[in-house]
Each structure stands twice: as C-alpha cells, then as structure tokens.
C-alpha cells in the first residue's frame, strides 16, 4: 500500500506530492556521493496545506513525510519514494520515525513556548531519517506571538528541515509565513470516493458507507466516526430533531440547554480517563508519597496540568457543538433545496419526513435566515460568547425564522 492510498479524491495533490518526494530524493542522493544537486527541483523547505474540514490535509502532509523518508531499494531502480512498506515509510505513518515530528493540539491555542521548542528541534540534523519533518497540524491555532517565533525558523531553515503547515485557509495563517510556503490547496472529496474508502479500507457495508459518507458530505473522518460508532450516530438524530422542537420559546430555551449539556458529556467522556492518566504520571514524576502527598513545591506544575486540562476540555465542548452546528446547516441546506425544487442530493434522507414538513410551514426565505442564525453562532462561539447564550440566541432565531 502506497503512502498516497488514504489521500482521497486529490490526484492533483498527490501528483505534485509525488513529484517533489522525487525531487527530494534525487537531492539526497547527490549529496550523499558526493554529486551535484539537480538543478531545478520541484522541492522546498516549506509547504502550507489548506482545505475544509475533511478535505484530508494533514493526510497529505503525513503522507508527503513518510515519502520523504522512504528507504524503499525500488527507488535505485527507478521505483518512486513512499512505498508504504519499508521502515521510514511505516514508521512516518505511525508516528515512531526519530526524525517526523507531528504537532497537534487539544487546547485552543499554541503557544510561544512550545513553538520555541519546535525551532530548536528544527535546527537538529537528521538523526536516522533523509530529512528532519516537521508537521503542524493546527497552524491556524498558533498566536501571533507564536507565529513570529516560528516565521524566523521559516525564513532561515535547515539545510534538511522541511516544515509542513496545516491549516483550514489562506487567512488563517500570518502572511508573512504563507508567504515563504509553497500552498496546496485541497477539495472537499465527492460522497462516493468517501464511501468508496469506508467500504475498502474500513469493511464497512455499502449502504451504511453510502449513509455517512452522504450525511458528511464528504467529511472522511466524520464520515468513519459515523458508520462505525452507535453514539455518534444517536447525537446526530438528536440534533436532527431540533428544528421540529423550536415552535415555542420554552422548546427553544431546552433544546439549547440539552445541546449545551450533551457537548459538555462529550468533552467529559473524552477527557476524564486522559485527565486522570496525565494526574498519576506527573505525580509519579514528581515523587509523590504514600497517601497520594505531594513533596513540597510541586503544587505550581499540578495547577499548571489543571489549567490545561480544562483547556483542552473547552476546545472538546466546541468542537462537539460545531460539529451539531455543521449537521444542523446541512438539515437547513436540504429544506432549502426542497423548497426550491433543486435535483442536488440530499444530505439527510434518512429524515427526509423531518425535512418535508420544516420545508412546508416555512419559505426560502425564513430558512436562509436560520443558516444565518447558525453561523452567527459558530461566529459567536469563536469570539468567545458563553455557550449556552450563543446557542439560546440561535434557537429562539430558529423559532422566527
């Protein structure tokens, strides 16, 4: 299996992909005997992948670095890098190779100091591997502090340093740093491509892959999540049920606490077993005694992982409701779309009744102002707003369309 098999619906990605891995690996090569480098390569220092949700960029950008280390012996005989089976391919794809550092975060920022520590390891030389990788996958998360930091190490690289960014758009990233990054932009993949992957690599049966992969439209990770996890599946229901329930202000304000408490379930779940991992770790780090007392001057590291902690079960309760948010845009994309006739294929067919009687008590017009409603939450949600009155406001406007 080639590195490139779980990048789906991007030829255009992977063909550029592919090329600069050869070109990286000619490079490598010459100057291991000693030979002068090719003159023109198709190879760089930096790279920035963009696209929605689901479009699989960090795929990409994991795909493009265990390429770059492939040690694969077809390569001497014209074969191209990123076999999927030699050691630098295998380990790059799980995530052991000595020389591929992959960054993602749970908190909703990164910070300066843990890019100050991602320049020092990009300075390094490679231990094992052809090239010293770095991979961040939430670059758009990145404070402007920390996006100064890391545009220096941009600027001046290593020799064999190569930085891959990841990030929803152009936008979020400072223009400085998208400036001195080669861009891939990647599309959204078509419903049957991202079925056609659930069936192949995850034996999932072809109408369940066909359900989720159109009731995503086309988000391969949600889509996965989707088909393979009863609990997800029962979340969606419920938040496909709420548009029926916002017909007076009582149903509204219920509706938006039930959708508050549910994310909040789902952070804790998430959350509560890594929490207490992360705690008895760094008590064993810290030299806690018998009965669980901790040596003095310890309590400051213990806030410290208390303060991250719920850092990062913010970031899982937003990122819970967003995805509600994303299906109850997509329940309004269909009535709208039934409304006005259209042929397009219908995301929610399962509730296609829920659908034809929204579509019957209200216009185009009232609906448009619900999808506004909505992003106006998510926009909420992003700036900060509490909760549970973002999403108050959001119903009640669902209720008068």
């Given at each position: 299996m ?9 030829e255009?990605v992977?063909?550029q992909l592919?090329?600069a891995?050869?070109d990286a ?8 005997a ?8 198709r ?45 630098g391919?295998?380990?790059s794809l799980?995530g ?15 910070g300066?100091?843990e ?8 300075q390094?030389s490679?231990?094992?591997?052809r ?21 220096k190490a941009?600027?001046e ?34 419903v ?42 029962a ?7 709420l548009?029926?329930r ?38 064993a780090?810290l ?29 899982t ?7 509600a ?6 329940f ?8 006005l006739?259209s ?9 296609r ?11 185009p ?27 108050e ?9």
């Amino acid at each position: 299996m080639a590195v490139w098999d779980d990048l789906v619906g991007q030829e255009r990605v992977q063909e550029q992909l592919a090329a600069a891995a050869r070109d990286a690996d000619a490079l490598v090569t010459a100057e291991a005997a000693g030979e002068e480098p090719p003159a023109a390569s198709r190879m760089t220092h930096a790279w920035l992948f963009t696209g929605p949700p689901g479009s699989g960029r960090f795929t990409a950008a994991r795909a493009f670095a265990a390429a770059l280390q492939c040690t694969s012996p077809d390569r001497a005989l014209g074969g191209a890098p990123g076999c999927g089976f030699c050691d630098g391919c295998h380990t790059s794809l799980v995530g052991t190779h000595a020389d591929v550092e992959v960054v993602r975060t749970d908190m909703l920022s990164i910070g300066v100091k843990e890019t100050r520590d991602l320049v020092r390891r990009a300075q390094l030389s490679p231990a094992v591997g052809r090239w010293q990788v770095i991979v961040l996958e939430d670059a758009d998360r990145l404070t402007e502090g920390a996006g100064n930091v890391l545009l220096k190490a941009v600027e001046e690289p290593a020799p064999r340093t190569v930085w891959l960014l990841c990030a929803p758009s152009l936008e979020d990233v400072l223009p400085t740093i998208r400036s001195r990054c080669r861009h891939l932009s990647l599309g959204t993949p078509s419903v049957d491509a991202v079925a056609d992957v659930l069936m192949r690599r995850d034996g999932i049966e072809p109408e369940a892959a066909a359900s989720a992969a159109r009731a995503t439209q086309g988000h391969i990770g949600r889509a996965r999540r989707l088909a393979t996890d009863a609990a997800a599946r029962a979340r969606r229901a419920t938040v496909l049920k709420l548009p029926l329930r916002v017909e007076d202000v009582g149903g509204c304000l219920r509706a938006a606490q039930e959708l508050i408490d549910a994310a909040a379930e789902d952070a804790r779940q998430v959350s509560e077993e890594i929490d207490a991992k992360e705690a008895e770790e760094l008590k064993a780090a810290l030299g806690a005694v018998a009965g669980g007392r901790m040596p003095r001057g310890t309590a400051g590291a213990m806030k410290e992982l208390e303060d991250n902690q719920k850092r990062r079960r913010t970031r899982t309760q937003r990122d819970s409701l967003d995805l509600a948010l994303t299906d109850l845009t997509g329940f309004y994309r269909d009535v709208l779309a039934l409304q006005l006739g259209s042929k397009v294929a219908l995301a929610n067919e399962d509730v296609r009744d829920a659908l034809d009687r929204v579509a019957r008590s209200s216009s185009p017009e009232g609906t448009l102002r619900r999808m506004e409603a909505v992003l106006a939450c998510r926009e909420a949600l992003d700036t900060n707003v509490a909760p549970l009155l973002a999403v108050e406001a959001m119903t009640m406007a669902l209720r008068t369309g």
